[in-house]
């Protein structure tokens, strides 16, 4: 459903009306898969190219992720996502999200796609960085009482090369969830991030070959955006941001809240 709000600026005297996207808890996951089934379990269509780069979003702020190979130290985002060694411009970010098993299980042909395309094995040069970090959202409150369990499960299903670029968060993530379009939270769904942090493509649940054929080339188009040379996997390392979603999504959901939101965010800047 819809829920709206009305609020008044003191500066404008004006009332400012906005509406969001409000799911009803009560029905639980029932409305996910009913959704899953009305979309071919794709929530959010592929992207058809990249989104052009004075268009793109920061990738949403997110603070206190933790890697399955050090649990200690906290992980923000998009800062994981930037690269400040002078690759910024011909690198790119696969980032895999699921909240839940079944949505995980969607992820696997997207991720295996893009370890193939640019596998250290096929490329000899190392001057591009083509990335693949996976994000494991717990939102429920009883799977956070879990959530050492649950990470050590994970960790042990998780290959240990894959340990430093599987992060995991326990709680709420409302605003990444609501930019990025991701209420159903069945699902799984990729995002390619540029080394600036930007989101340049995104698409959601089980791809078909025409969705994969997308996936690797737009970010091949990333990858040659600085120069000709060829790409490989590697590891990113954390660095500071600052920036900057237009989707493909099948259901358009209320915008105005998501622009006053970005309003307020701009003029907070100045």
Partial sequence: MIKESTTYDEETKEEITTKKAVFDAGLGGFWMVKDLKKTESKPILTNPGLIPAHKAELFPIVDGFTSLKDNKETINLPNYFIHNDGTSQNSCTLVA???????????????????????????QQQQNHANIVHLNIMEEGF?????????FLIKRNTPEEKHENTLLYSGKVEELKDILRMH?????????????????????????????????????ELLMDGNNSRNSIKNPSPASAAGRVKLSPRIKREKSSKKATRTSRKLSRR
């Fill in 143 to 151: 799977l956070k009482m879990f959530s050492g369990v649950l990470k």
């Fill in 97 to 123: 999200i699921s909240f839940k098993d079944f949505g995980f299980k969607m992820l696997e042909n997207w991720i295996t796609t893009f370890e193939q395309a640019f596998s250290p094995n096929r490329q």
């Fill in 184 to 220: 159903n939270t069945l699902c799984g769904y990729v995002v390619l991030v540029d080394g600036t942090g930007h989101v340049r493509w995104m698409a959601s649940g089980r791809p078909d070959e025409k969705d994969l054929q997308t996936m690797i080339s737009c970010a091949k």
